[in-house]
Protein backbone atom coordinates (compact mmCIF):
# COMPACT_ATOMS: atom_id res chain seq x y z
CA UNK A 1 0.00 0.00 0.00
CA UNK A 2 1.17 3.39 -1.01
CA UNK A 3 2.81 5.76 1.68
CA UNK A 4 2.69 9.66 2.15
CA UNK A 5 3.32 11.77 4.69
CA UNK A 6 1.91 15.05 6.36
CA UNK A 7 3.55 18.02 7.36
CA UNK A 8 1.48 20.24 9.65
CA UNK A 9 2.37 23.56 10.94
CA UNK A 10 0.85 25.20 14.39
CA UNK A 11 1.96 28.87 14.71
CA UNK A 12 1.12 29.60 18.63
CA UNK A 13 1.64 32.26 20.84
CA UNK A 14 4.08 30.69 23.05
CA UNK A 15 5.32 27.59 20.71
CA UNK A 16 5.81 26.87 16.98
CA UNK A 17 4.77 22.63 16.79
CA UNK A 18 6.19 20.96 14.14
CA UNK A 19 4.61 17.19 13.44
CA UNK A 20 5.22 14.67 10.43
CA UNK A 21 2.81 11.49 10.11
CA UNK A 22 2.88 8.85 7.68
CA UNK A 23 -0.13 8.01 6.42
CA UNK A 24 -0.53 4.06 5.27
CA UNK A 25 -4.11 3.63 4.39
CA UNK A 26 -6.13 4.31 6.89
CA UNK A 27 -2.95 3.69 9.31
CA UNK A 28 -1.47 7.13 10.54
CA UNK A 29 1.89 7.45 12.28
CA UNK A 30 3.08 10.47 14.40
CA UNK A 31 6.81 9.90 12.95
CA UNK A 32 8.30 13.88 14.41
CA UNK A 33 6.58 16.25 16.79
CA UNK A 34 8.63 18.96 18.34
CA UNK A 35 7.69 22.24 19.91
CA UNK A 36 10.17 25.06 19.19
CA UNK A 37 9.25 29.11 21.45
CA UNK A 38 7.98 31.39 19.40
CA UNK A 39 8.40 34.52 18.53
CA UNK A 40 6.42 37.61 16.08
CA UNK A 41 3.08 36.03 17.13
CA UNK A 42 0.64 37.75 19.52
CA UNK A 43 -2.58 36.15 20.23
CA UNK A 44 -2.43 33.09 17.51
CA UNK A 45 -1.91 35.99 14.99
CA UNK A 46 1.40 36.51 13.21
CA UNK A 47 2.32 39.90 14.03
CA UNK A 48 6.29 40.15 12.85
CA UNK A 49 6.61 37.77 9.80
CA UNK A 50 10.43 37.82 9.95
CA UNK A 51 10.59 36.96 13.35
CA UNK A 52 8.56 33.88 12.87
CA UNK A 53 10.48 33.24 9.81
CA UNK A 54 13.46 33.01 11.50
CA UNK A 55 12.40 30.73 14.07
CA UNK A 56 10.24 28.60 12.17
CA UNK A 57 13.01 27.86 9.47
CA UNK A 58 15.45 26.62 12.52
CA UNK A 59 11.82 24.30 13.27
CA UNK A 60 11.71 23.42 9.85
CA UNK A 61 15.49 22.37 9.03
CA UNK A 62 16.05 20.19 12.47
CA UNK A 63 12.88 18.23 11.40
CA UNK A 64 14.39 17.74 7.45
CA UNK A 65 18.08 17.03 8.93
CA UNK A 66 16.81 14.19 11.82
CA UNK A 67 14.32 12.51 9.21
CA UNK A 68 16.53 13.10 6.11
CA UNK A 69 13.55 14.72 3.81
CA UNK A 70 12.72 17.44 2.52
CA UNK A 71 9.43 19.06 3.22
CA UNK A 72 7.60 20.53 -0.61
CA UNK A 73 4.56 21.84 1.54
CA UNK A 74 2.95 21.69 4.27
CA UNK A 75 -0.90 22.31 6.47
CA UNK A 76 -1.11 25.08 8.54
CA UNK A 77 -3.53 26.31 11.02
CA UNK A 78 -5.37 29.82 10.84
CA UNK A 79 -5.48 32.55 13.35
CA UNK A 80 -7.88 31.99 16.53
CA UNK A 81 -8.47 35.66 17.54
CA UNK A 82 -9.83 38.50 15.50
CA UNK A 83 -12.30 36.12 13.72
CA UNK A 84 -16.38 36.77 13.94
CA UNK A 85 -19.04 34.49 13.33
CA UNK A 86 -21.74 35.91 11.18
CA UNK A 87 -25.09 33.94 9.79
CA UNK A 88 -25.82 33.68 6.18
CA UNK A 89 -28.53 31.19 4.43
CA UNK A 90 -29.20 30.83 0.48
CA UNK A 91 -31.85 29.05 -1.77
CA UNK A 92 -32.63 27.48 -4.63
CA UNK A 93 -35.55 26.09 -6.77
CA UNK A 94 -35.04 22.92 -8.06
CA UNK A 95 -36.21 22.32 -11.30
CA UNK A 96 -37.56 18.48 -10.72
CA UNK A 97 -39.24 18.52 -7.63
CA UNK A 98 -39.96 14.55 -7.79
CA UNK A 99 -36.30 14.14 -7.28
CA UNK A 100 -34.44 13.31 -4.46
CA UNK A 101 -32.37 15.86 -3.35
CA UNK A 102 -28.73 15.14 -3.75
CA UNK A 103 -25.09 15.97 -1.54
CA UNK A 104 -24.13 18.12 -4.37
CA UNK A 105 -27.17 20.23 -4.48
CA UNK A 106 -26.08 20.78 -0.72
CA UNK A 107 -22.60 21.63 -1.40
CA UNK A 108 -23.71 24.05 -4.37
CA UNK A 109 -25.67 25.73 -1.74
CA UNK A 110 -23.26 26.44 0.64
CA UNK A 111 -20.58 27.48 -1.85
CA UNK A 112 -23.54 30.15 -2.79
CA UNK A 113 -23.70 31.33 0.38
CA UNK A 114 -20.01 32.06 0.86
CA UNK A 115 -19.83 33.73 -2.50
CA UNK A 116 -22.93 35.63 -1.87
CA UNK A 117 -21.70 36.79 1.81
CA UNK A 118 -20.81 40.30 1.86
CA UNK A 119 -17.75 41.40 3.58
CA UNK A 120 -17.63 44.52 5.29
CA UNK A 121 -14.07 45.54 3.69
CA UNK A 122 -12.88 42.85 1.22
CA UNK A 123 -9.35 44.65 1.42
CA UNK A 124 -9.43 43.87 5.05
CA UNK A 125 -11.43 40.63 5.76
CA UNK A 126 -11.55 37.13 4.36
CA UNK A 127 -13.87 34.47 5.02
CA UNK A 128 -11.84 31.44 6.88
CA UNK A 129 -15.09 28.96 6.52
CA UNK A 130 -18.32 28.45 7.16
CA UNK A 131 -20.70 25.25 8.46
CA UNK A 132 -24.13 24.03 7.54
CA UNK A 133 -26.33 25.03 10.44
CA UNK A 134 -29.85 23.58 8.69
CA UNK A 135 -32.11 22.86 5.85
CA UNK A 136 -35.46 23.57 5.13
CA UNK A 137 -37.68 22.79 2.29
CA UNK A 138 -41.55 23.77 2.07
CA UNK A 139 -42.50 20.69 4.38
CA UNK A 140 -40.10 20.36 6.66
CA UNK A 141 -38.05 23.10 8.90
CA UNK A 142 -34.41 23.23 10.29
CA UNK A 143 -33.42 19.39 9.33
CA UNK A 144 -29.59 18.17 9.32
CA UNK A 145 -27.69 17.69 6.28
CA UNK A 146 -27.76 14.22 6.99
CA UNK A 147 -31.40 13.92 7.07
CA UNK A 148 -31.97 16.43 4.09
CA UNK A 149 -30.60 14.53 1.50
CA UNK A 150 -32.91 11.77 0.02
CA UNK A 151 -36.01 14.17 0.56
CA UNK A 152 -38.16 15.35 -2.43
CA UNK A 153 -38.67 19.42 -2.85
CA UNK A 154 -39.25 22.23 -4.80
CA UNK A 155 -37.21 25.09 -2.61
CA UNK A 156 -34.13 24.19 -0.45
CA UNK A 157 -32.93 26.47 1.66
CA UNK A 158 -29.64 26.29 4.03
CA UNK A 159 -28.22 28.35 6.79
CA UNK A 160 -24.74 28.49 7.68
CA UNK A 161 -22.25 30.27 10.28
CA UNK A 162 -19.44 31.83 8.59
CA UNK A 163 -16.42 32.69 10.03
CA UNK A 164 -14.53 36.02 8.95
CA UNK A 165 -10.64 37.47 9.89
CA UNK A 166 -8.50 39.47 8.99
CA UNK A 167 -6.87 38.77 5.30
CA UNK A 168 -3.47 40.64 6.51
CA UNK A 169 -2.84 38.02 9.35
CA UNK A 170 -3.46 35.50 6.20
CA UNK A 171 -1.32 36.85 4.03
CA UNK A 172 1.28 37.11 6.86
CA UNK A 173 1.55 33.74 6.66
CA UNK A 174 1.54 32.77 3.09
CA UNK A 175 4.58 35.69 3.19
CA UNK A 176 6.80 33.54 5.67
CA UNK A 177 5.95 30.00 3.88
CA UNK A 178 7.06 31.49 0.14
CA UNK A 179 10.32 33.26 1.59
CA UNK A 180 11.14 29.52 2.71
CA UNK A 181 10.11 27.68 -0.46
CA UNK A 182 7.34 25.69 0.77
CA UNK A 183 4.40 26.05 -0.22
CA UNK A 184 0.53 25.93 2.05
CA UNK A 185 -1.29 22.80 0.62
CA UNK A 186 -4.61 23.34 3.45
CA UNK A 187 -5.09 26.02 5.74
CA UNK A 188 -7.26 25.19 8.36
CA UNK A 189 -9.64 27.38 10.85
CA UNK A 190 -8.38 25.03 13.88
CA UNK A 191 -11.61 25.48 16.44
CA UNK A 192 -13.51 23.15 15.18
CA UNK A 193 -10.23 20.94 13.76
CA UNK A 194 -9.63 20.74 17.15
CA UNK A 195 -12.96 19.42 18.75
CA UNK A 196 -12.70 17.11 16.00
CA UNK A 197 -9.33 15.46 17.20
CA UNK A 198 -10.24 15.40 20.84
CA UNK A 199 -14.07 15.03 21.31
CA UNK A 200 -16.07 12.16 21.31
CA UNK A 201 -18.93 11.31 18.66
CA UNK A 202 -21.51 11.40 21.56
CA UNK A 203 -20.51 14.21 22.79
CA UNK A 204 -20.67 16.52 20.07
CA UNK A 205 -23.94 14.65 19.86
CA UNK A 206 -25.32 15.81 22.94
CA UNK A 207 -23.89 19.09 23.18
CA UNK A 208 -20.51 20.18 24.91
CA UNK A 209 -18.39 22.82 25.26
CA UNK A 210 -14.34 22.59 23.96
CA UNK A 211 -12.43 25.60 26.11
CA UNK A 212 -9.06 25.60 24.36
CA UNK A 213 -6.45 27.14 26.94
CA UNK A 214 -3.43 28.69 25.01
CA UNK A 215 -0.77 31.15 26.04
CA UNK A 216 -2.12 33.83 24.04
CA UNK A 217 -5.91 33.21 22.84
CA UNK A 218 -9.01 31.57 25.08
CA UNK A 219 -11.70 30.04 23.09
CA UNK A 220 -14.37 28.18 23.31
CA UNK A 221 -16.29 26.12 20.58
CA UNK A 222 -20.07 24.53 21.50
CA UNK A 223 -21.41 21.32 19.55
CA UNK A 224 -24.76 20.01 19.78
CA UNK A 225 -26.72 17.51 17.49
CA UNK A 226 -22.90 16.87 15.96
CA UNK A 227 -22.69 20.21 14.58
CA UNK A 228 -20.43 23.63 15.49
CA UNK A 229 -23.00 25.95 16.84
CA UNK A 230 -21.18 28.56 18.37
CA UNK A 231 -17.29 29.56 18.52
CA UNK A 232 -16.17 32.70 20.55
CA UNK A 233 -12.25 33.51 21.63
CA UNK A 234 -10.71 36.25 24.20
CA UNK A 235 -7.04 37.89 24.09
CA UNK A 236 -5.68 36.44 27.50
CA UNK A 237 -4.39 33.01 28.52
CA UNK A 238 -1.24 31.44 29.73
CA UNK A 239 0.82 34.36 29.18
CA UNK A 240 -1.54 36.59 30.94
CA UNK A 241 -0.82 34.48 34.01
CA UNK A 242 2.67 34.50 33.46
CA UNK A 243 2.81 38.05 33.35
CA UNK A 244 0.94 38.22 37.11
CA UNK A 245 3.59 36.02 38.39
CA UNK A 246 6.35 38.32 36.74
CA UNK A 247 5.18 41.51 38.08
CA UNK A 248 4.19 40.71 41.48
CA UNK A 249 7.55 38.73 42.22
CA UNK A 250 9.84 40.86 40.40
CA UNK A 251 11.41 38.30 38.19
CA UNK A 252 12.06 37.75 34.63
CA UNK A 253 9.04 36.73 32.41
CA UNK A 254 10.79 33.45 31.38
CA UNK A 255 11.23 32.27 35.08
CA UNK A 256 8.09 33.42 36.21
CA UNK A 257 6.72 30.90 33.17
CA UNK A 258 9.38 28.02 34.43
CA UNK A 259 7.92 28.56 38.12
CA UNK A 260 4.42 28.28 36.32
CA UNK A 261 4.54 24.89 34.59
CA UNK A 262 6.78 23.49 37.28
CA UNK A 263 4.89 24.25 40.51
CA UNK A 264 1.27 26.49 38.84
CA UNK A 265 -1.64 25.35 40.59
CA UNK A 266 -5.10 26.39 40.86
CA UNK A 267 -7.00 26.29 44.01
CA UNK A 268 -4.54 27.81 46.56
CA UNK A 269 -7.16 26.62 48.94
CA UNK A 270 -6.85 23.04 48.56
CA UNK A 271 -2.32 22.82 48.47
CA UNK A 272 -2.98 21.24 52.07
CA UNK A 273 0.83 21.47 53.54
CA UNK A 274 2.57 21.83 49.87
CA UNK A 275 0.91 25.44 50.44
CA UNK A 276 3.48 26.57 53.08
CA UNK A 277 6.78 25.47 51.09
CA UNK A 278 8.45 28.52 49.66
CA UNK A 279 10.46 28.58 46.45
CA UNK A 280 13.66 30.30 47.02
CA UNK A 281 15.97 31.96 43.62
CA UNK A 282 19.30 31.64 44.10
CA UNK A 283 21.83 34.00 41.94
CA UNK A 284 25.13 33.01 40.39
CA UNK A 285 26.39 33.72 43.23
CA UNK A 286 24.73 31.03 45.35
CA UNK A 287 23.09 34.36 47.40
CA UNK A 288 19.60 33.65 48.40
CA UNK A 289 17.39 36.47 46.15
CA UNK A 290 13.67 36.32 46.09
CA UNK A 291 11.45 33.60 48.19
CA UNK A 292 8.36 33.46 46.76
CA UNK A 293 5.58 31.23 48.88
CA UNK A 294 3.74 28.39 46.28
CA UNK A 295 0.57 29.30 48.14
CA UNK A 296 0.87 33.00 47.18
CA UNK A 297 1.74 31.65 43.57
CA UNK A 298 -1.39 29.93 43.34
CA UNK A 299 -2.99 32.59 44.57
CA UNK A 300 -2.02 34.55 41.72
CA UNK A 301 -3.17 31.71 39.22
CA UNK A 302 -6.31 31.48 40.80
CA UNK A 303 -7.51 35.30 40.54
CA UNK A 304 -6.36 35.81 36.65
CA UNK A 305 -8.04 32.20 35.84
CA UNK A 306 -11.28 32.65 37.46
CA UNK A 307 -11.59 36.37 34.96
CA UNK A 308 -10.49 34.12 32.14
CA UNK A 309 -13.33 31.25 32.81
CA UNK A 310 -15.70 33.84 33.84
CA UNK A 311 -15.29 35.51 30.12
CA UNK A 312 -15.58 31.71 28.41
CA UNK A 313 -18.67 31.28 30.55
CA UNK A 314 -20.21 34.29 29.85
CA UNK A 315 -19.93 33.50 26.43
CA UNK A 316 -21.56 30.11 26.62
CA UNK A 317 -24.32 31.39 28.64
CA UNK A 318 -24.96 34.32 25.81
CA UNK A 319 -24.65 31.57 23.04
CA UNK A 320 -28.02 30.05 24.23
CA UNK A 321 -26.71 26.37 24.47
CA UNK A 322 -25.62 26.78 28.55
CA UNK A 323 -28.80 24.21 28.89
CA UNK A 324 -27.80 21.73 25.95
CA UNK A 325 -24.38 20.79 27.52
CA UNK A 326 -25.12 17.60 28.29
CA UNK A 327 -21.46 16.49 28.16
CA UNK A 328 -20.67 19.54 29.92
CA UNK A 329 -17.38 20.57 29.53
CA UNK A 330 -13.72 19.51 28.04
CA UNK A 331 -11.25 21.45 28.49
CA UNK A 332 -7.20 21.79 26.30
CA UNK A 333 -4.44 23.69 25.07
CA UNK A 334 -1.36 24.09 27.34
CA UNK A 335 -3.47 25.52 30.23
CA UNK A 336 -4.69 21.94 31.51
CA UNK A 337 -1.23 21.55 32.66
CA UNK A 338 -1.91 23.56 36.02
CA UNK A 339 -2.19 21.07 38.77
CA UNK A 340 -6.44 21.48 39.67
CA UNK A 341 -7.77 22.82 36.44
CA UNK A 342 -10.29 20.51 36.57
CA UNK A 343 -11.56 20.97 39.70
CA UNK A 344 -11.62 24.45 39.18
CA UNK A 345 -13.44 24.76 36.39
CA UNK A 346 -16.20 22.21 37.94
CA UNK A 347 -16.12 24.55 40.72
CA UNK A 348 -16.63 27.40 38.93
CA UNK A 349 -19.01 26.20 36.05
CA UNK A 350 -21.31 23.71 38.15
CA UNK A 351 -20.31 21.20 35.12
CA UNK A 352 -19.03 17.92 34.45
CA UNK A 353 -15.22 18.78 33.00
CA UNK A 354 -12.63 16.86 31.70
CA UNK A 355 -9.63 16.79 30.02
CA UNK A 356 -9.22 16.47 25.99
CA UNK A 357 -5.92 15.05 24.44
CA UNK A 358 -6.09 13.84 20.76
CA UNK A 359 -7.68 10.71 20.09
CA UNK A 360 -6.11 7.44 19.53
CA UNK A 361 -5.94 7.66 15.95
CA UNK A 362 -2.38 7.67 15.21
CA UNK A 363 0.57 5.69 16.92
CA UNK A 364 3.85 7.36 17.95
CA UNK A 365 6.65 5.91 18.85
CA UNK A 366 8.32 7.53 22.20
CA UNK A 367 6.78 10.98 21.68
CA UNK A 368 4.48 11.73 24.56
CA UNK A 369 4.57 15.02 23.67
CA UNK A 370 2.10 14.28 20.70
CA UNK A 371 -0.17 12.91 22.73
CA UNK A 372 -0.84 15.67 24.91
CA UNK A 373 -3.31 18.58 25.43
CA UNK A 374 -0.76 21.31 23.99
CA UNK A 375 -0.63 18.97 20.41
CA UNK A 376 -3.97 18.74 20.32
CA UNK A 377 -4.29 21.74 17.04
CA UNK A 378 -1.25 19.36 15.67
CA UNK A 379 -3.34 16.07 15.64
CA UNK A 380 -6.09 17.53 14.56
CA UNK A 381 -5.15 18.77 11.41
CA UNK A 382 -3.13 15.90 10.34
CA UNK A 383 -6.63 13.74 11.75
CA UNK A 384 -8.61 16.54 8.97
CA UNK A 385 -6.27 16.01 6.35
CA UNK A 386 -5.57 12.56 5.97
CA UNK A 387 -8.72 11.85 3.73
CA UNK A 388 -7.05 13.87 0.90
CA UNK A 389 -5.69 11.42 -0.45
CA UNK A 390 -3.63 13.28 -2.97
CA UNK A 391 -1.89 15.10 -0.30
CA UNK A 392 1.84 13.95 -0.02
CA UNK A 393 4.22 16.87 2.01
CA UNK A 394 7.38 15.35 1.63
CA UNK A 395 9.78 14.56 -1.63
CA UNK A 396 11.11 11.06 -0.17
CA UNK A 397 9.91 8.91 3.02
CA UNK A 398 11.65 10.11 5.86
CA UNK A 399 13.92 7.63 8.09
CA UNK A 400 12.32 6.43 11.64
CA UNK A 401 13.76 8.95 13.84
CA UNK A 402 15.97 7.76 17.05
CA UNK A 403 14.71 7.50 20.33
CA UNK A 404 14.82 11.25 22.03
CA UNK A 405 17.10 11.80 24.89
CA UNK A 406 13.93 11.19 27.58
CA UNK A 407 15.39 14.06 29.95
CA UNK A 408 15.18 16.56 27.18
CA UNK A 409 12.27 15.10 26.13
CA UNK A 410 10.82 16.20 29.34
CA UNK A 411 12.45 19.36 29.47
CA UNK A 412 10.77 20.53 26.42
CA UNK A 413 7.83 22.73 27.96
CA UNK A 414 10.09 23.94 30.39
CA UNK A 415 13.18 25.50 28.26
CA UNK A 416 15.73 26.97 30.84
CA UNK A 417 15.53 31.23 31.13
CA UNK A 418 17.89 32.63 33.15
CA UNK A 419 21.10 32.11 34.60
CA UNK A 420 19.30 31.71 38.41
CA UNK A 421 19.07 28.92 40.63
CA UNK A 422 15.50 28.18 42.09
CA UNK A 423 15.10 25.79 45.19
CA UNK A 424 11.76 24.58 44.63
CA UNK A 425 9.75 21.99 46.73
CA UNK A 426 8.40 18.45 45.60
CA UNK A 427 5.15 18.76 43.42
CA UNK A 428 1.94 18.45 44.52
CA UNK A 429 -0.06 15.81 44.50
CA UNK A 430 -3.56 17.00 42.34
CA UNK A 431 -6.71 17.07 43.74
CA UNK A 432 -8.89 13.65 42.16
CA UNK A 433 -11.01 14.95 39.40
CA UNK A 434 -13.50 12.52 41.05
CA UNK A 435 -15.67 12.80 44.57
CA UNK A 436 -14.38 14.83 47.13
CA UNK A 437 -10.81 16.46 48.07
CA UNK A 438 -9.11 15.21 51.69
CA UNK A 439 -9.78 17.69 54.10
CA UNK A 440 -6.77 20.11 54.59
CA UNK A 441 -5.01 20.00 57.57
CA UNK A 442 -2.75 22.26 58.49
CA UNK A 443 0.52 21.42 59.80
CA UNK A 444 2.78 22.61 62.71
CA UNK A 445 4.83 25.17 61.87
CA UNK A 446 7.91 24.74 62.88
CA UNK A 447 10.24 27.85 64.02
CA UNK A 448 13.62 28.24 64.67
CA UNK A 449 15.50 29.56 67.64
CA UNK A 450 14.60 33.16 66.74
CA UNK A 451 11.23 32.17 66.24
CA UNK A 452 12.01 32.01 62.11
CA UNK A 453 10.46 29.33 59.97
CA UNK A 454 13.06 26.77 59.87
CA UNK A 455 14.11 25.54 55.77
CA UNK A 456 12.38 22.94 54.70
CA UNK A 457 15.67 20.83 54.24
CA UNK A 458 19.50 21.88 54.26
CA UNK A 459 20.29 24.62 51.55
CA UNK A 460 23.00 22.83 50.46
CA UNK A 461 21.03 19.19 50.07
CA UNK A 462 18.42 21.66 48.30
CA UNK A 463 20.79 23.16 46.02
CA UNK A 464 22.26 19.82 44.78
CA UNK A 465 18.54 17.70 44.40
CA UNK A 466 16.70 20.99 42.71
CA UNK A 467 18.71 23.40 41.95
CA UNK A 468 18.96 24.23 38.05
CA UNK A 469 20.47 26.89 35.83
CA UNK A 470 18.34 28.23 33.16
CA UNK A 471 19.82 30.01 30.19
CA UNK A 472 17.11 31.85 28.07
CA UNK A 473 17.36 29.91 24.46
CA UNK A 474 18.46 32.64 21.87
CA UNK A 475 17.27 32.86 18.16
CA UNK A 476 18.62 35.46 15.85
CA UNK A 477 15.98 37.93 13.97
CA UNK A 478 12.92 40.41 5.27
CA UNK A 479 10.54 42.34 4.36
CA UNK A 480 6.55 40.94 3.89
CA UNK A 481 4.36 41.64 1.02
CA UNK A 482 1.32 43.71 1.46
CA UNK A 483 -1.72 42.17 0.60
CA UNK A 484 -2.98 43.07 -3.13
CA UNK A 485 -5.91 44.44 -4.11
CA UNK A 486 -8.32 42.27 -5.83
CA UNK A 487 -8.18 39.10 -3.47
CA UNK A 488 -10.60 36.36 -3.61
CA UNK A 489 -12.88 37.05 -0.44
CA UNK A 490 -12.83 33.25 0.47
CA UNK A 491 -9.05 32.37 1.96
CA UNK A 492 -7.94 30.87 -1.03
CA UNK A 493 -6.36 27.72 0.63
CA UNK A 494 -9.52 26.96 2.63
CA UNK A 495 -11.48 27.57 -0.70
CA UNK A 496 -9.38 24.75 -2.58
CA UNK A 497 -9.47 22.69 0.35
CA UNK A 498 -13.52 23.20 0.30
CA UNK A 499 -14.18 21.03 -3.23
CA UNK A 500 -12.40 17.52 -2.08
CA UNK A 501 -13.81 18.39 1.38
CA UNK A 502 -17.31 18.89 0.31
CA UNK A 503 -17.06 15.73 -1.69
CA UNK A 504 -15.80 13.66 0.82
CA UNK A 505 -17.67 14.71 3.89
CA UNK A 506 -20.43 17.54 2.74
CA UNK A 507 -19.08 20.41 4.76
CA UNK A 508 -16.70 22.72 4.21
CA UNK A 509 -14.05 22.46 7.10
CA UNK A 510 -12.81 19.03 5.61
CA UNK A 511 -14.38 16.68 8.36
CA UNK A 512 -14.52 13.06 8.47
CA UNK A 513 -16.55 10.98 10.07
CA UNK A 514 -14.88 9.57 13.49
CA UNK A 515 -13.59 6.53 12.30
CA UNK A 516 -13.62 5.07 16.30
CA UNK A 517 -16.61 5.70 17.28
CA UNK A 518 -17.19 2.19 17.79
CA UNK A 519 -15.07 2.35 20.86
CA UNK A 520 -17.26 4.03 22.90
CA UNK A 521 -17.49 3.85 26.80
CA UNK A 522 -20.06 1.01 28.07
CA UNK A 523 -19.58 2.78 31.31
CA UNK A 524 -22.84 4.60 32.46
CA UNK A 525 -21.84 7.94 34.18
CA UNK A 526 -24.31 9.44 36.58
CA UNK A 527 -26.50 12.00 35.42
CA UNK A 528 -25.82 15.51 37.66
CA UNK A 529 -27.95 18.69 37.47
CA UNK A 530 -26.08 21.37 35.72
CA UNK A 531 -26.08 25.00 37.04
CA UNK A 532 -24.18 27.97 35.44
CA UNK A 533 -23.17 29.25 39.61
CA UNK A 534 -21.15 31.37 38.28
CA UNK A 535 -23.51 33.63 36.55
CA UNK A 536 -25.79 34.56 39.65
CA UNK A 537 -22.30 35.96 40.89
CA UNK A 538 -21.44 38.30 37.40
CA UNK A 539 -20.48 41.51 38.01
CA UNK A 540 -20.08 44.23 35.10
CA UNK A 541 -16.55 43.84 34.68
CA UNK A 542 -16.81 41.22 31.87
CA UNK A 543 -19.32 43.04 30.20
CA UNK A 544 -16.77 45.64 30.00
CA UNK A 545 -13.78 43.44 28.96
CA UNK A 546 -15.97 42.76 26.03
CA UNK A 547 -16.90 46.37 25.10
CA UNK A 548 -12.85 46.54 25.20
CA UNK A 549 -12.22 44.05 22.67
CA UNK A 550 -14.72 46.26 20.12
CA UNK A 551 -17.09 43.64 19.68
CA UNK A 552 -14.22 41.57 17.82
CA UNK A 553 -16.02 38.87 19.25
CA UNK A 554 -19.82 37.76 19.18
Known sequence: MEERYIASVDLGTSKIAVGIARIQGQNVQVVYYRETPSKGIRNSYVLNPKKVEDVLRVAITNAQQEL??????????????????????????????????????LRDLKNEALQTYPLKDSKTEVIYGAVAQSFSTEDCLNELESDIVGMTAGTLEGNFKVFVGNRRHSTNIDSIFNSMGISIAKKYFTPGITAKAVLKEEQMENGVALIDLGAGVSSVTIFEGRIMRF???????????????????????????????GYGACM????????????????????????????????????????????????????????????????????????????????????????GTPKPFFTCDDNALARGASAAT??????????????????????????????????????????????????????????????????????????????????????????????????????????????????????????????????????????????????KKEKKKRSFKWFERMSDTVGSLFDDMDNEEV
Open 68 to 105: KIKISEVIVGLPRYYVRQEVKSASTERENEDSPILEQE
Open 268 to 355: HDKLSSFGNKTLKIIDDNDNTGIQVGVKYISQIIDARMKEILDALLYAIQNSGYADKLRSGIVVTGGGVDLVNIVNFIKAESGCIVAI
Open 378 to 523: TMGMIYAAKMDKSLNCTSKPPVQPRTPDPVRAAETVRETVTKRKIVMPPMPEPVRETGHPEPVREPARQTGPAGQQEPLRQEEQARQEFGKEYTLPHIDQEEFAEPQEGMPSIETSVAAAQEYANAQHGNLFGYSEDEHSGEKSQK
Open 231 to 261: YSAIPFGGNSVTNDIKSECGISFELAENIKK
